[in-house]
């Protein structure tokens, strides 16, 4: 069999950066599928050569490991490759990095992954007109975004975008997958005319070799002084929501002054017990999980969500937001608030102070059934990609 793998999740362009949980998912399912290949198994992967490699992976020396001849699809169109080589299967992992590509001509067997559609759900709440950080973004630029919400911008760049991606996501020949059942609800929602089948597949847990030596210096520094602190990744995206927590997070220092807090990517400090870092490995993302005293994670939109769950293997809790796909995944393992009221989330955090060492049990058993709900999930994934019995 050829088959045909999804590296653009690898790549950045200022719009795919190359890192978080698409890149984590697209690398995962690309690890089994190379695990579980017959001998008589070719494996080919999607790139563009006008882009550059993200920080994650670096997609050129994973191919050559792993014997994957690259497709440049920058000047020929998927489907032209698609019939030179005779491709049987091609599984993409994150659709709507497909938008801008021709994806007509494509007949063979396609497994195409819609993980969320945040893009479509925040041009219908508004909810753009609420976040505006002051220290890291200019006023100018929050009025250019409220302005493309008003003027109906993004709802017709939404529809172009989307007219492209569902013509292939709801074709004959084509798997329609997403991450959660929220996600499937919410796409079968915005788009009424689906009437296939929407399967889902919980987006498989990472494997990680962890180093021994902590690679990034400032968290070294803090592990090494038992520091207490709250852990919050890739806060530069807006809707990750930092403004919330950024609000919170002074007033719990008032109670709380040995508390800290560490941001990952924000670029700003906001506090003086507060630590920015810009990269860590994943190794490194390890460690900042094990020896977290609480993981925020109070997005606004989530297909699936890593994090928590990353956390939670090392007995770490989570302060949630109760939108989306977050309560579906993370189950009773977690302390909810609502993402847009600061006084519920000082509540949630001052829960979760008081009483975190009685989580530890439930942390667990929330792991396990969501590792293993995870690793099921996987196999039936391959087996569909590679037409295993």
């Known amino acids: 069999m050829n088959i045909l793998l999804d590296f653009l999740p690898f790549m950045h362009d200022g719009r795919m950066r190359g890192i978080g949980g698409a890149t984590s998912f697209a690398k995962a399912v690309s690890d089994e599928v190379i695990r579980r290949k017959r001998s008589d198994d070719h494996l ?4 563009d050569s006008t882009m550059s490699s993200g920080q994650q992976y670096n997609y050129i020396n994973y191919a050559q490991a792993n014997s994957i001849q690259l497709l440049d699809i920058a000047y020929k ?3 032209q490759h698609i019939t030179k080589l005779h491709i049987d299967v091609f599984f993409i992992a994150i659709g709507q990095f497909y938008a801008s590509y021709d994806l007509s001509g494509i007949t063979c067997k396609t497994i195409m992954f819609i993980h969320d559609i945040a893009d479509i759900e925040r041009t219908d709440n508004g909810i753009d007109l609420l976040l505006h950080d002051h220290v890291a973004e200019k006023n100018w630029q929050w ?10 911008r993004w709802n017709r760049q939404n529809r172009r ?12 020949n084509t798997l329609a997958y997403t991450v959660s059942n929220y996600s499937k609800q919410a796409i ?27 690679a990034c210096p400032q968290l070294k520094q803090i592990i090494r002084q038992n520091k207490q602190y709250i852990l919050m990744l890739a806060a530069n995206r807006r809707y990750k929501n930092i403004f919330t927590l950024k609000k919170v997070f ?7 002054p040995d508390l800290h ?26 460690h900042a999980y094990k020896h977290a005293y609480a993981l925020y994670f109070g997005s606004f939109f989530e297909g699936f969500g890593y994090p928590p769950i990353e956390a939670m293997k090392y007995g770490t809790p989570t302060i949630a ?13 977690g302390i909810y608030f609502s993402p847009i009221y600061s006084a519920d989330l000082y509540r949630a955090t001052k829960i979760l102070l008081q009483e975190r060492d009685t989580l530890t049990e439930t942390l667990k058993m929330h792991y396990q059934e969501i590792f293993d709900h995870q690793k099921d999930d996987l196999m039936k994934l391959v087996k569909e990609i590679l037409n295993l019995q």
């Open 250 to 256: 002074t007033r719990l220092v008032y109670d709380y």
């Open 261 to 286: 807090l560490v941001t990952l990517k924000y670029g700003h400090i906001i506090h003086p017990n507060h630590i920015d870092i810009p990269f860590m490995s994943d190794s490194d993302l390890e």
């Open 143 to 152: 009025i250019k975004r409220c302005t493309n919400l008003f003027v109906g």
């Open 77 to 79: 169109t998927i489907a």
């Open 321 to 333: 937001a109760n939108v989306t796909s977050i309560p579906e995944i993370l189950g009773n393992a």
């Open 44 to 47: 080919y992967a999607i790139y």
């Open 188 to 214: 079968e929602y915005y788009f009424p005319k689906i009437k296939k089948e929407i399967h889902i597949c919980y987006s498989p847990s990472k494997i990680v070799n962890i180093e021994e030596e902590i």
């Open 161 to 172: 975008q989307y007219d492209n991606i569902m013509s292939l996501y709801t074709a004959p």
